[in-house]
């Protein structure tokens, strides 16, 4: 009985105290989640009612020529920045798991890009993407090649955002490989000494079989970054040259927000969820494993 | 011995060829921001202009309002900061530590929630922004981030390991559930708030696409933003737009000097949530 009034007066108080989330999470996720869908069903400038089409939109996308061009370049984005990035990541770490002098003043410096904000990133590269006077460039000169007009060639415009996202990324893979090394025990290493394994034997029978699990979250989590690409895009290339950038999140900004075609820019939002959703259960399951419930 | 030394010279020369192109941008910025503009545009490129510019650094709010950005992002970053640290630990609380029905169920369901992208929601949320008339207004960056779901998740790790003795004491003495967090919990999470404290300041300081969607004016835009813009009116004034990319990381840059170590914490955490 008495048990029963406690869990009541509990049950009363968590309503009370989780007001604000309960709120914030009907209005702003919930609610537009939901909505969401129901849009990429109709025709809908803002301005004029609402139009009901069905599964118009989404049958347009898979004639639509940049659409199809953006999914290509978010793939393309995708592996380009994905495996390089982890392996450099996971190297860095190595490397910086070493007990010399001066450790941390190498971990921040790695680390330095990922707290920068994607905008000032972006500000900078440009202006080292400089075909003329930009710093790149003129370190290529030196060691003889001549540089390409990176930003404003169709050619080169995709590989230098995946450049400039490895580049940021680095330092935060860096710091999950580097948490899941120090959990690896040193007697794995000593044992592997005894038998007389050099350097590589270690990295390859100890380093890379230990940190599977981490690989996999960092995989995960780095596919569906880059699924969501946009801030570089929007600001060194606006998309271009010739589309050679356009990704999926940019494509959706533009049919929303320069040409107000609301129902159409929702369906490639749920394209864009569709594609995440996979890789977000996935690392879902991972992570319940962490969380004690 | 020899062996040992030679892989450790290897070893400091591959990390030092690494942190140099990890800092070269950084330096190139900060470099740029004090050449004039003649010899930002001279070749070979050099480290340091004949004079340094410091006048570029006053020219940044010649022709924007730079200083309201830099004023609208701290309001922005700060409220958020404050309320969902609160909102958060609430709900961490709740989840740790009281006993309601389904309540693990709906964590979980409340915990998947983290995964669905900022895009997918955007249309409808800027269409709730317009009808709330929020648009062009800086509680529109801020609302949706008063609460958030992975905010409680990390909280509620933390209560979660707060032994129950602590809990029992505020009960004798007839707390009710809110005193006992405030006055048992609360205190005790500065580790855990600090962490958090961080992951919302970094998020919050660097956000770009809603404020892109939400804000019109000049005068009301955050640092980001207006960086964005400026780049569009002084096209090829590098000095100007770098000294303005290095003051919107200033802030950042001196949280990182002090609390390194938060910083990587909070990082490791935010690998569970992107």
Known sequence: MKKKKLLDRDSTWSFIL????????????????????????????????????GFTNYKELFSDDIFLKSLWNTIYFTLGTVPIGIIISLLLAVAVNQRIKGIKIFRAAFFLPVIASWVAVGLMWMWMYDKQFGLLNYFLDLIGIKGPPWLSSIKWAMPS??????WKGIGFNMMLFLSGLQGIPESYYEAADIDGAGWFGKFMHITIPCLSHTTLFVTIISIINSFQAFDLVY??????????????????????????RMGYASAIAYVIFFMILIFSIVQFQLQKKRITV | MKKKNLSKAVLYIVLSIGALIMIAPFIWMISTSLKSIDEVFTYPPTLFGKTIRWDNYARVSDRYPF?????????????????????????????????FRYRDVIFLVYLATMMIPVHVTIIPVFIIMRELGL????????????????????????????????EDAAKIDGCNPFGTFWRIFLPLSKPALATLGIFIFMGMWNDFIRPLIFINSVENMTLTLGLANMKGMYATDWPVMMAG??????????????????????ITLTGLKE
Request: glycine fraction near 4%; proline fraction near 5%.
């Open chain 2, 67 to 99: 200083g309201h950005w830099f004023i609208n992002s701290t309001i922005v970053t700060t409220v958020v900061l404050v309320c969902q640290l609160f909102t958060s630990s609430l709900a961490g609380f709740v989840f740790a530590r009281l006993k």
């Open chain 1, 161 to 166: 955002i995946i450049i400039t996202s490895i």
């Open chain 2, 135 to 166: 648009i062009d207004k800086l509680p529109s960056l801020i609302l949706t981030e008063v609460a958030t779901a992975f905010g409680t998740f990390l909280m509620r790790q933390f209560y979660m390991t707060i032994p129950d003795s602590l």
């Open chain 2, 245 to 266: 990319a290095f003051i919107s990381m200033i802030p950042i840059l001196i949280v990182f000097l002090f609390a390194q170590d938060f910083f990587v914490k909070s």
């Open chain 1, 235 to 260: 600001l060194m290339t606006f998309g271009g040259p010739a589309r050679a950038t356009s990704v999926l999140v940019f494509y959706l900004y533009q049919c929303a927000f320069r040409y107000f």
């Open chain 1, 18 to 53: 989780l007001m604000p989330n309960i709120v914030i999470f009907l209005v702003f996720s919930l609610i537009p989640l939901i909505a969401s869908f129901f849009i990429s069903l109709t025709d809908w400038d803002l301005l004029t009612p609402m139009q009901w089409v």
